[in-house]
């Protein structure tokens, strides 16, 4: 069965970065996109980039442009989200998400467990 | 941006009453739209896709309606299970956005 399985939680002070890795299993890593989306405290959620994990290609949203960087490891079938410039506004459950298809594949298929992250002084 | 709202953002219902819970868009999305379920402490599961059709183990008392820029969610028969917070998300354009979720409670 489909399993995404990421990095525990982080406490971060602002102005650093964060890395969240996410492992797949139970099924071909490279056929579907992965997407990153999070959720802040009493907020809805919001969508950050997704990677072609075939290509490496990838999609920010502008919100987050030029502070998120997301990548692939096909040999390990991982993938990771890192944000850099954290503030205490980013504090909030981060997940990575499975599409239903590979490439321009919008459709959020497949959670992650997500993982919290705090940034706080 | 495509703005996507949702309403109630709570209620409360008891076992065996249907519920509906509507989404509306901001511009049309076509049948572009997923229904999710939040429990508290747990990973979303998508429930339904394009509007109207049903995940694979999704129990059939769920099920979806519209498009274009109103789309609703039923639960024909409310079960104790089914204590959560249901949210919307639309994947008509590339900037993916999502409602601001409903909480259901069972009385």
């Known amino acids: 069965q489909v399993q995404l399985v990421q990095s525990g939680a982080e406490v971060k002070k602002p102005g650093a970065s964060v890395k969240v890795s996410c492992k797949a299993s139970g099924y071909t890593f490279t056929s579907y996109t992965m997407h990153w989306v999070r959720q802040a405290p009493g907020q809805r959620f919001e969508w950050m980039g997704r990677?072609?994990?075939?290509?490496?290609?990838?999609k920010y949203s502008e919100k987050f442009q030029g502070r998120v960087t997301i990548t692939r490891d096909t040999s390990a079938s991982t993938a990771y989200m890192e944000l850099s410039s954290l503030t205490s506004e980013d504090t909030a459950a981060y997940y990575c998400?499975?599409?239903?298809?590979?490439?321009?594949?919008?459709?959020?298929?497949?959670w992650g467990q997500g993982t919290l992250v705090t940034v706080s002084a | 941006d495509i703005q996507m709202t949702q309403s109630p953002s709570t209620l409360s219902a008891s076992v065996g009453d249907r519920v509906t819970i509507t989404c509306r868009a901001s511009?049309?999305?076509?049948?572009?739209l997923a229904w999710h379920q939040q429990k508290p402490g747990k990973a979303p599961n998508l429930l339904i896709y394009?509007?109207?059709n049903l995940k694979s183990g999704v129990p059939s008392r769920f099920s979806g309606s519209g498009s274009g820029t109103e789309f609703t969610l039923t639960i024909s028969s409310l079960q104790p299970d089914d204590s959560a917070t249901y949210f919307c998300?639309?994947?008509?354009?590339?900037?993916?956005?999502f409602g601001g979720g409903t909480k259901v409670e069972i009385k």
């Open positions: 998300q639309q994947y008509g354009s590339d900037l993916l956005t």
């Open positions: 511009q049309s999305i076509g049948s572009w």
């Open positions: 990677i072609n994990t075939g290509n490496g290609n990838t």
């Open positions: 394009k509007a109207s």
């Open positions: 998400v499975r599409s239903d298809c590979g490439g321009d594949c919008y459709l959020l298929w497949h």
